[in-house]
Nanobody, 120 residues
Framework: QVQFAESGGGLVQPGGSLRLSCKLSEAVGDNPAVAWYRQSPGNQHEWVAAITRIRNTDYADSVRGRFTASRDYATNTVFLQMNSLKPEDTAVYYC??????????????WGQGTQVTVSS
């Protein structure tokens, strides 16, 4: 069963913006803590951002000040607003749940992700 449906990726020029969405299935519970991760070719998954049930957020140093996580309780959807995008942000982006107080280790198998490409 697919737990996460990521969308919103695409091709954007450096300095541009994208807004990613992560629709959570009912199986993962009601508005759990959710993190965003990314994986570029040849690399492992990298944690990017996180948002708790009560909307506390945390960000990797590489994206802090440029990315913003948010959520919509009514639709059980989490968003990642990405501004001032750089070529090094190019990756497949994934969402997953995590246990608050841990190290953002993902709980479920990965979804299909959404490709973000930053290039002129």
């Amino acid at each position: 069963q697919v737990q996460f449906a990521e969308s919103g990726g695409g091709l954007v020029q450096p300095g541009g913006s994208l807004r990613l969405s992560c629709k959570l299935s009912e199986a993962v519970g009601d508005n759990p803590a959710v993190a965003w991760y990314r994986q570029s070719p040849g690399n492992q998954h990298e944690w990017v951002a996180a948002i708790t049930r009560i909307r506390n957020t945390d960000y990797a140093d590489s994206v802090r000040g440029r990315f913003t996580a948010s959520r919509d309780y009514a639709t059980n959807t989490v968003f990642l607003q990405m501004n001032s995008l750089k070529p090094e942000d190019t990756a497949v982006y994934y969402c997953n749940t995590y246990f608050v107080g841990g190290d953002y280790a993902p709980v479920y198998p990965w979804g299909q992700g959404t490709q973000v490409t930053v290039s002129s």
